[in-house]
């Protein structure tokens, strides 16, 4: 599975950046993984590139100090 695919599955994910108070559109989180905002299992993934199960860590916007998001 690739992590486009997971995280537009997951269905628990943040708010859109570009258009708060509305879930992300598949362009915006295409552009979360490909600049490395989300980090599964520790590692920065591009959209295309594969997930190694299990998953222990899921992190939304690592850098940002008002926007981070743990699952």
Same mark, same amino acid.
């Given at each position: 599975? %690739? !992590?486009? #695919? &997971? /995280? =537009? =599955? ?6 859109? *950046?570009? +258009?708060? %108070? %509305? ?5 915006? /989180? $295409?552009?979360? &993984? #490909?600049? =490395? !905002?989300?980090?599964?299992?520790? $590692? +920065?993934? %591009?959209? $295309?590139?594969? *997930? ?6 899921? *992190?939304?916007?690592? $850098? ?5 998001? *743990? /699952?």
């Amino acid at each position: 599975m %690739t !992590a486009f #695919d &997971l /995280i =537009h =599955h997951l269905g628990i994910i943040p708010m859109s *950046v570009e +258009k708060p %108070t %509305t879930k992300p559109s598949n362009g915006e /989180i $295409k552009r979360w &993984l #490909d600049q =490395h !905002a989300v980090l599964i299992n520790g $590692k +920065k993934l %591009t959209s $295309k590139e594969t *997930v190694e199960f299990p998953i222990t860590q899921f *992190v939304f916007f690592p $850098k940002s100090n008002r926007k981070t998001t *743990v /699952i």
